[in-house]
């Protein structure tokens, strides 16, 4: 399909709660190519969320390859379990040279479905768990911005000022 900008830090549209998808086949289809096509344009990264190229919709890639040529697709995805809780290194396309070490789990059970509705589980370990975290994060309009100590985030945020903010500042 269309690779797409990702948005970038502060954009508003990236604060926004994402909704299930309800229409599946050939519409959730375009979208997953979205998806990957952005991903293999701004790379190297291994995850994305729609709601980073301005679609408020609960689908999100991983693709542990950094290259684009292993995705994989979640469509409304949740955490059934979680466990193995440590500290990773996590870095955002939205939120450009922004480097956070947080704790996140290491070792999720998740269930999803695929393009076509169709529902699965399966274990994800390691990076490829911690990836996902930071994707569901932002069906929330949690960024990784909000993870930092509060004199770096106040320091981020002066720094990624919107223009029309700064003005006024």
Known sequence: ????????YPDPRLREEAQPVTEFGEPATALARDLIDTLRADGPAIG????????????????????GDAPEIY???EVLAEAQPG???ERCLSLPGLVVR????ARLKV?????????HQRVLEGMQAVCFQHELDHFEGKLLVDRL??????WYQRK???PAAASLA
Request: net charge positive.
């Open 111 to 119: 269930r999803f479905q695929d393009c076509q509705g169709d529902t």
């Open 149 to 154: 100590w509060l004199p770096r985030r106040l």
């Open 48 to 67: 994305l969320a729609a709601t980073q190229i301005g679609t408020p919709l609960r689908m999100l890639l991983v693709d542990m390859s950094g290259t």
């Open 160 to 162: 990624h000022r919107a």
């Open 87 to 89: 500290i990773a290194e």
């Open 1 to 8: 399909m269309t690779a797409r900008p990702v948005l970038a």
């Open 75 to 77: 469509v409304n995805p």
């Open 102 to 105: 947080g704790f996140r789990a």
